[in-house]
């Protein structure tokens, strides 16, 4: 999406939105981050940005520093796109326009002569100040989702043409906790202009911000902070704002959080074994062998090492040959759900550790170095190299990097994944009201005093769970509308994707809440039916944790803020594989 599209939408918005956008609050109450890792660093280097590095930052405060590899590269770009201006190279969204407007020229010969130097200067602090003026309607009030852009940016932008007081000055906003009040619409899923253009506006104290979670206009929180405005050169507004920071951050969010559901789906699966007394028969080597799709071989044997020593691995005469559906290909749909978390965490660490904007600037580059670059067409856009760039020679292309795909299929691969391991989560829920599967009723086996019903409490709310995540699994329509005289006609709709798997994420989360109040009681009750019994490690660990906070029964909530206080690796035994491991074969 051009700067130009995104300007209209902007100034659309404000026509029929509000008189002070900027100044605005938002509808919703602001979710301040818990800056627990404020003394905590992460080091920047452009191409080994993780997930983890990127919640550090984004959720808990940590602090980032930008190697001085990665300042250096950018620099050279920076050189570069001044060098190319002087040459006479046509440099889209700098020398020339963006969008409709490419084959305008802004501006001829040297930007840093006596005549283009304050022009351009004055265009760019404008074009930052009419950053804050874009989008519509509600601002994005998790603090998180902000700071996670942020962060991404900064690291991708090492690769960009962006002048070192912008790279200063947007590791500056991380690390003061200065975090831009932002829209929540007009960006299309690619290019997130809107957003990055009001992160941009407060660098130059335009609109508002937060400060360490109080909002104020950001004038007031550069000077608290003891920052001046940033004074924007060059393409700076290109280099800030051309990029899917902001879609990147929400997959990026979205990897975290699917990470520690699915983890607890695997462990709640093996307490949901237990408490049905179930034949672990599907889960073993000569079954498993017969199949050897990777992940789910391994999220079998995972699920296996979480019940090792498990009375399950007793001989039962009351134990049936073979449980309902739901139970017996749970680690099928997990271990599924896990291959598409794996592929979505791959394609979101390249995005993040690559450049994602266009121009495309690369110092070092010549003829030499491709058949097609020393074609009079390719040539065009060489850079000999000069006093701006310090002799570095290079290219500088047009492109359509901002394309989010791969990224956009994979957020909603991974949504369907999930949903289709959701529905047997919530099938197997209502498997245990059916005593041809449990063999006893909870009546059989509780005092006449003890509430037996207890299983029964969630059957409405598992449905409208799942209801609701079935509808998140259907895929947004794919949608191209030309605008901007027609140059721009694809939408990715990475916002809505990204949206609709962080819901189900959430939903999902509220849906092994009630497995997991499920499981435990059964778990229970199978105690009480032989106190002899024992349980598997991780199970064991995880039923005792969980009656420490929630003694009996338990709500949805309740079982939601254990869910998320105690990630469930923290019950994991040794020999527990995480999903970070290599990808060799588990069967042969």
């Known amino acids: 999406m051009t700067k130009t599209a995104t300007l209209i939408l902007g100034l659309f918005a404000l026509a029929i939105a509000r008189p002070d956008a900027a100044q605005a609050q938002p509808t919703v109450a602001y979710s301040a981050i818990d800056p627990r890792q404020a003394n905590q660093t992460v080091v920047l280097t452009g191409h080994a940005l993780t997930v983890d590095q990127i919640i550090d930052v984004a959720r808990y405060g940590a602090k980032v520093i930008l190697t001085q590899e990665a300042r250096d590269r950018s620099a050279a770009a920076y050189g570069l796109l001044l060098e190319a201006a002087t040459e006479g190279v046509p440099v889209y969204w700098f020398n020339r326009g963006d969008g409709d407007q490419r084959e305008v020229t802004i501006f001829s010969g040297d930007p840093l002569s006596a005549e283009n130097k304050p022009t351009l200067a004055a265009r760019q602090l404008a074009q930052f100040k009419l ?51 932002v829209p929540a619409r007009g960006t299309v899923g690619e290019g997130d202009l809107a957003v990055m253009g009001a992160i941009g506006a ?35 507004d290109a280099a800030l704002t051309s990029t899917n920071a902001y879609a990147a951050a929400q997959a990026a969010l979205l990897v975290a959080d699917a990470r520690d559901a699915l983890d607890w789906a695997d462990l709640i699966y093996a307490m949901d074994l237990e408490g049905m007394n179930s034949s672990l028969t599907p889960l073993s080597l000569p079954v498993q062998s017969n199949r050897p799709f990777y992940w789910l071989n391994w999220d079998a044997r995972r699920v296996l090492n979480l019940l090792r020593g498990s009375y399950l691995f007793a001989v039962d005469p009351h134990r049936i040959i073979q449980d309902p559906e739901s139970l017996r290909a749970s680690s099928q749909r997990q271990g599924s759900a896990w291959q598409a978390w794996r592929q979505l965490e791959t394609d979101l660490l390249i995005t993040v550790n690559c450049s994602d904007h266009n121009p495309a600037v690369r110092p070092g580059m010549g003829p030499a170095d491709s058949w097609e670059l020393a074609t009079p067409e390719m040539m065009r856009f060489y850079v000999k190299g000069g006093p701006e760039s310090k002799g570095q020679h290079g290219y500088i292309f047009s492109n359509a990097n901002w394309d989010p795909y791969p990224l956009a299929n994979d957020i909603e691969d991974f949504t369907l994944a999930l949903a289709n391991m959701d529905v047997a989560v919530e099938l197997r829920l209502h498997r245990f009201d059916n005593p041809l599967f449990t063999v006893v009723k909870p009546e059989d086996i509780l005092p006449p005093s003890d509430n037996s019903e207890e299983q029964f409490r969630f059957a409405y709310l598992s449905i409208d769970l799942w209801q609701e995540i079935q509808g998140l699994a259907m895929p947004v329509p794919p949608e191209g509308q030309a605008v901007v005289a027609t140059v721009e006609d694809l939408q990715a709709q990475t916002r809505l994707k990204a949206l609709r798997g962080r819901q189900a994420v959430e939903a999902s989360f509220q849906l092994l809440s009630l497995d997991l109040l499920n499981g435990a009681f059964w778990m229970d009750l199978r105690r009480m039916q032989e106190p002899s019994r ?18 009996k029964g338990g709500t949805p909530n309740g079982a939601v803020a254990f869910l998320k206080s105690h990630p469930a690796r923290l019950f994991f035994p040794q020999d527990v594989a995480d999903p970070a491991a290599p990808d060799l074969p588990l069967v042969h």
């Open 202 to 236: 407060v660098m130059v104290g335009e609109g508002s911000a937060y400060l360490n979670g109080v909002r104020m206009p950001a004038a007031k929180a550069l000077k608290e902070s003891g920052l001046s405005p940033l004074q924007p050169f060059g393409a700076d």
């Open 534 to 551: 024992s349980f598997g490690p991780g199970t064991s660990a995880a039923l005792k944790a969980l009656r420490q906070q929630i003694p």
């Open 131 to 181: 950053g804050g003026q874009q989008g519509f309607g509600a601002e994005v009030t998790d603090e998180e989702i902000v700071r996670a852009a942020m962060v991404i940016r900064a690291n991708t932008m090492s690769y960009e043409a962006a002048s070192p007081p912008l790279t200063q000055m947007l590791l500056d906003l991380l690390n003061k906790r200065i975090t831009p009040a």
